[in-house]
């Protein structure tokens, strides 16, 4: 049964802070960029969680309460914290970026193509979700939820088919808010996604039955044929 009042709050929380981040930093809420960034995530957010609550209830419960659980591994509590300030300081430095200082100038063109790599993100994300319904926020082998192996749908193609996703929606969404520098941020988040991916695997090889069965089968990582 999912906590309907938490899910909610959890939604609405989100978004106020990235609204305060992203238009403080701008010093002003009329920046059309940073409204259809906030549009388009927190609809996506909001669409997939009503699909979720009718169709996965116990993977949206594990999606709201995974982080922060006695059996998420010490290294992964300290990795979603650090990673959250590389975030925070990549939804700051975008507005001062691109609104606030004017230090870059992406072409509308490459905005609107920022968007569209979002789009498609979110519907790689649905297949993701819909796949594999062991998806926690978490590095931790879910015995209480009797977690599998998933070798089907986008896990077929790559081993961390919701990271290579992420790095998609994190430059579309950088592109989308006109900030070359943002890129720059967005290259040590995408270092440090690459990293949880190694150490998430350490912990599935030894904990996880089938897994390294599957690694022997799905060589890759985040980019078929690359890594």
Do not use: C
């Not at 906590?3 to 929380?13: D, E, H, P, S, W």
């Not at 809420?29 to 609550?53: D, E, H, K, N, R």
């Not at 904990?207 to 078929?224: A, F, N």
């Amino acid at each position: 049964m999912v906590n309907l009042k938490l899910l909610v709050a959890q939604i609405v929380g989100m978004f106020v802070v990235f609204a305060l981040v992203l238009f403080l930093a701008a010093g002003t809420a009329a920046w059309p960029a940073g409204w259809a960034f906030l549009i388009l995530f927190f609809g996506f957010t909001v669409t997939l969680s009503l699909w979720l609550v009718r169709y996965n209830p116990g993977l949206l419960t594990e999606r709201m309460t995974g982080i922060g659980k006695e059996d998420q591994k010490s290294w992964d509590k300290v990795f979603f914290a650090l990673a959250n300030v590389i975030f925070l300081a990549w939804l700051i430095l975008m507005p001062f970026d691109a609104v606030r200082f004017g230090w870059s100038h992406v072409p509308g063109w490459l905005q609107v193509v920022g968007a569209v790599m979002m789009l498609i993100s979110f519907y790689l994300f649905f297949l993701i979700f819909r796949e594999n319904s062991f998806l926690s926020p978490a590095v931790r082998v879910q015995t209480d939820r009797e977690q599998s192996v998933v070798s089907t749908g986008p896990y077929h193609y790559v081993r961390h088919p919701m990271y290579s996703t992420a790095a998609l929606m994190l430059t579309g969404a950088t592109l989308l808010l006109g900030s070359w520098y943002g890129l720059a941020v967005l290259l040590i988040l995408i270092v440090a996604i690459a990293f949880r991916a190694v150490q998430e695997e350490k912990t599935l090889r030894a904990e996880l039955p089938g897994y390294e069965s599957y690694m022997t089968q799905v060589k890759y990582r985040l980019i078929p044929y690359v890594w």
